[in-house]
């Protein structure tokens, strides 16, 4: 915005062209219209909305969990963009409304710890009951390392979580699931974190249930995303 000195013409009201001229506390002024605006909705910047809005939704629950599984992201990234710029690039199918996650594909805890062999998972009795075999001493693994064990409710958007819930050696572990997750389809995970310094393991998908179908064939619809979590703020290091 310019202000006008009086001169042979003096300043202006209204708009001329695409130049808006007035008048404040006796101080002529004029401005330029603002560049018009508009949605673009081309096919691609659809197709890249409804990925991300797949992406949001998933993580969203978890951000606590993803704080400690990706703590060693690159200098000027956050763990929860680092993790939203891993699970959009490698995890997500399909465009738009359509877009929707890999759970297996997607990784809710990355570093250069190690992680465990045969490990599995079983969903009963309202819990989920995680198996590794113990392998303290092999590589970087430590016998003290913390499982961070995760279930996220695919038909509801929630999660549950607890980032200390056992140590490597114990070779198992359980987590609580709420009493209203009956028969839901869930994508569970399993990794570690180290008690003496930063590092964390590459996590992995233990389970990855199809989603419920209504009976019109189309998907539930989720309660708007929760995550409950245990373990303080789980972090160590």
Do not use: H
């Amino acid at each position: 915005m310019g202000t006008i000195k009086k001169g042979i013409l003096g300043g202006f009201s209204g708009k001329v062209g695409t130049v808006i001229g007035g008048s404040w506390n006796s101080i002529s002024y004029m401005r330029s219209l603002a560049d018009s605006y508009s949605d673009a909705k081309t096919e691609k910047q659809v197709c890249q909305r409804g990925r991300f809005a797949a992406v949001v939704a998933f993580l969203k629950t978890i951000t606590p969990y993803l704080r400690v599984g990706y703590r060693n992201c690159e200098a000027g990234q956050s763990p929860y963009s680092s993790a939203t710029s891993y699970v959009l690039r490698n995890a997500v199918e399909g465009c738009g409304d359509e877009a929707v996650v890999n759970f297996s594909k997607a990784l809710v805890s990355q570093g250069s710890l190690a992680g465990v062999t045969d490990a599995a998972v079983e969903v009963a009795g309202g819990k989920a009951s995680f198996t590794w075999t113990d392998n303290s001493g092999v590589g970087n693994a430590a016998a003290d390392d913390a499982a961070m064990v995760l279930a996220y409710n695919k038909d509801r958007s929630e999660a549950v979580y607890d980032l200390q819930a056992a140590t490597r050696v114990d070779g198992a572990a359980e987590l609580v699931l709420p009493a209203t997750w009956s028969d839901e389809a869930l994508a569970v995970y399993l990794s570690f974190q180290s008690v003496s310094n930063r590092s964390v393991s590459k996590s992995v998908c233990l389970q990855d249930d199809e989603v419920s179908q209504q009976p019109g064939g189309g998907e539930e619809s989720g309660t708007g995303g929760s995550g409950t979590g245990t373990g303080g703020d789980g972090s160590f290091g």
